[in-house]
């Protein structure tokens, strides 16, 4: 149950519903919003008796919600999310491409990658700084040595950079050079970075567990939420199956779903959903067509130098490629249908 | 191995090879081909030595072949496969749209699906006449009825008509009244079933298996064009994973590797690769991004009244949207380049 | 809805009784047993009203059945069925195995491997005449000279035989010669086999498909019982999941619950489901620990030399350990309680 | 490569392969080892040239290490390794049991479960203080008042204690309350918590997680050696697969697998295996039966009013059952062998 107050409602109005949902036993979570406040009742295990709650000073409405999460339900919040870092906008008008190397390399290659992504078209950069690797003796990546070199990409090339933090203790250190936290597939259920990454209210960039559900996913994307923090984008980047032609299955089939059970904005990866280099362009052609709002891609000058994930990382040729792709593929109607409007 | 016969080499020449490579040990399978004789050696478990069949009268060249399947490998048949009904090309120069019911329903509203889905763009109908269900006590299809009502699809709406056959046994009388057998998901690996169809020379659409791997499928067509069948077309139709959220996952990760590893025509079936119809539209989109050759749909006038799979069926209005959807995405570079050249 | 006629009910009464059901729009399915009738209403969506149905002469009871699948189910046949072949029972009061190599080979080389099974513990021999392989090429069994090979296993050895049908069409001359006619997993869903051995009414074996709910296989059960036959023994033998470390992943999981749904006999295939010949006997230890009712597996006086499956084929005297585990694992409590109480 | 020094090498020779090692580029590693020094070189992407190593004071040998992972592996460490816990050995002679609810729940109820599950034959009482839930309005876990009921479960009842650390921040308090630090499925590649309970080197019991791969459990087990920690217990707690009829797949092929492959102990989870309470009794024989060293399982005095998992949470009663199915599966051969020598 979510009770909306009226605009012009005061606090002790709002303080009142809060304790009558204590009174019945529930916990009362006030939501986000800018010109509205909501107030989500959590605990509850069945319906909630709204008689009660109607009628009392403030309220708008209350608006039963039938899934376990709720803040990220467009049952809650029918408009579409757009994020918003600096003047790029995610979830927005138009599709948006996140593209750089798998690992922050050398300041000098990974100047050149952002400035070459950028001129092909990249709205965003990314590139870790803490590499999570299966084994202990693989590469971990530069760790505070590449936070500085993404800062100099901000500073120098002017492309906002998602990073991905992999621990909480880390987290407060790469936010101050980061715009976009991303959760990796590893860690979408770790439970304490999700609370961390809530409370910090930066972006934040969720990837899909490799074996994750969709309520699972939108569940994860609700505790960041329920601390506060509304900017979330989801990122589907392939599942594990039986299937050992490719390294995961990039299941678009959940974009569309994705897009009508929440208003948060989806992007896919389809560097990490498929794993091989050369079909990378044709699947990231068909996670736009599914309707994602944008692509996540291991991009590099030189590819087959990549520190790591080099057999999925494509050149800046292909990734520009992929761009003009999208203004294809922006004609199909209603897939970004203010796009079309702005050109 | 395949060896390749010189253009205007005598059957003397060619019997010669086929005796030599008895002689080896190995079975000689002379290979399909208008303008050259290829004969392949079979029975093999590791390389054959060429040496001796190199230097025989009429032999043009000897090829290793690294992939268990041989015959459906690009290694062996460089060019992409068109199969031809009539004046409808599948494989060919532009996207080919098959759609219908799920089942062969009365003759009435079945010709009126027809004429609809033609009207909207349609080049081949589909409709079961024999359905295999999980259960015994669901509706079975009308059999040899359905295929009547076929025929006159065929004969007054001018449209080729594909038909599952669920057994070798029916495979003659089917093939009376329908263009393109239909080998459906749950009998890719029915070898008895493979090798009928192999045997009639009739083009057979082949639908992957709900958990079958990409050498699995391709091993299935191996099976028709061993038999001296060439005309086969591919089908992704969705896997089966953990995925709880649609019935199947649709898999268009394969689509770019089966068209790489093989010259068949590869098609993408939305309907039974999300499930549900409201999102068969996004997944018709991306599995032509993808790369697919055309799409096979569930399309109906009525689809709440289909007398199966009604979840998954779309309306007509919807399919023209696809085949509009369609001529956008040839816009694409490399996806329809001789459509385009044409148009 | 199945309707239990009264012991001594005459046959005036149950036509009386169908042509009500058929009155009702259902479609009567006078089921199997032997000291009472039932007669199954199938070609219902809902719940069917039983007022009518219960008040006619000669009706005993009318069960509502809430599964999709009724005549395999324990709501309409409460008690274990034991499927007999001659002196040997499977589903009763002792655990059975069934052994033997993958694929009939020599004569001599096969009743060697008879003669010591037997020795060994075996109840029940097995090998294949017709194999399905994926490949064309790979050797597809011995066919009908197999068939006479396993015909003096019978009357030689004195074991009774299980060999695979591979097609309806070959269904009859397999039964001349084997006693318990097996499906394979790659056809569970091939429902014309399962019609027409459904017809022939000769004990089935039926594996559970690679990657078949519990719910599709007890309904590719059903079709043999709902042509008359009641003699269907289940095996596990191991689904497709994204493990690679083992060929399949056994479903121990799905053996109590069987046993729950159906009374069905269920045997597990550790052969196949772990798919590595030294890992065959802790598995097949843990088969019978989860309540199998037998075990049916790959064994051969000489395993690295079989015609196929070698990998995964154990020798004699592993076999004969397994069988001396049995008799440790049939002292837990409930598992062979009879078998306890015989000896 | 593992280099192992003499028996009596000085510290001087070790320092003189360390160094020599990181002359060659590699990282040495110095393993654990009561009697006997080795050194393992980490970095190298492929073999490592050993004969300079070889012939270096004090070297015994150098053991060239196939698989990803050295220090879990038998190539390294051939013996088994057995956890011990004050006086309860995990990988020993006998099977071990944990039992307990889900969660730590009132200091009465926790204390009187412990009491008695000791009482049935539970040698670790398990639950959970900080409970990882998918919701964020699910029940967290009592937290810190869990970690003094636990404490007092130690102390009162004498049972030594396993509860789940769920981020690397609370490990040092669990640790404080707690004999061994569970590390949860979700959590298996949350590097940051591998390496901090690597440090503490305190005993870890670490579940696979819910679609890791053999390998990449073991990775994630090498994380904890590689700090130092040599008391590692492996859980193996079902995996996601498209069966719709459990909670999740039990894989009991891993199991013998496991213990080929590693020497630390391998524990079976039947509760999370199977996911239902009338199906944990027979998977819990069938994991002992496949070769695990013991069992991890959900047991209550009053199993329908547990805070969690009551579902699946097994009464005393049945958890006495498995205990007793313990000792009649011992006398499988090679099972427990030196139990049944000690009887």
Redesign the interface.
């Known amino acids: 149950m979510l009770i909306i107050m009226q605009q012009g409602s005061t606090d002790e109005q709002c303080d009142a519903v809060e304790e009558q949902i204590r009174r019945m036993g529930y ?1 009362p979570l006030p939501g986000p919003g800018e010109n509205r406040t909501a107030i989500c009742i ?2 509850n295990k069945g319906p909630v008796e709204s008689a009660l709650l109607n009628q009392m000073a403030g309220v708008l409405e209350c608006i039963p919600v039938t899934k ?2 709720k803040l990220v339900s467009r049952e809650v919040h029918p408009d579409d999310t757009v994020v918003r870092i600096g003047s790029v906008a995610v979830g927005g008008e138009a599709p948006t491409f996140i593209a750089g190397p798998c690992s922050v390399e050398t300041e000098a290659r990974t100047l050149e990658v952002a400035r070459r992504v950028r001129a092909a078209g990249a709205h965003i950069f990314r590139a870790g700084a803490y590499k ?6 693989s590469f971990q990546g530069l760790g505070e040595e590449g936070l500085h070199t993404l800062q100099r990409v901000k500073d120098e090339i002017g492309l906002p950079v998602v990073s991905e933090v ?5 987290a407060e250190k790469v936010a101050e050079h980061v715009d976009i936290l991303q959760i990796g597939a ?2 979408m ?5 999700l609370k961390k990454l809530g409370e910090l209210k930066r972006p934040v960039l969720l990837k899909r567990g ?2 994750a ?4 996913w939108l ?2 994307a ?2 960041l939420l ?1 601390e506060g923090n509304p900017d979330v984008i989801l990122c589907e980047r ?9 390294r995961n ?9 994705a897009r ?1 059970r929440t208003h948060l904005p989806v992007l896919v990866d389809p560097s990490h ?2 794993g ?1 280099r ?2 990378v362009r ?2 990231a ?7 994602a709002h944008g692509l996540m891609m291991e991009v590099h000058s030189h590819p087959d130098t990549a520190y790591s994930d080099a057999h999925q990382t494509i050149d800046v040729e292909t990734f520009a ?1 992929i761009v ?2 999208a203004s ?2 922006s ?3 209603g897939l970004f249908p203010r796009a079309v409007a702005a050109e």
């Open positions: 916990a959590t605990g376990p999460y999570p690797h299966t084994s202990p003796y992999t621990d909480a203790s880390l590893r860690n259920q770790n439970f304490a970075l490799i074996s559900t969709l309520e699972e569940m994860a609700e505790y329920a392939g599942v594990r199956t039986f299937n050992n032609h490719s299955t990039l299941d678009l089939n959940v974009v569309p779903l009508q959903g498929v091989k050369d079909r044709p699947l052609r068909a996670g736009l067509a599914a309707g490629g003009k792709d294809i593929l004609q199909l109607e």
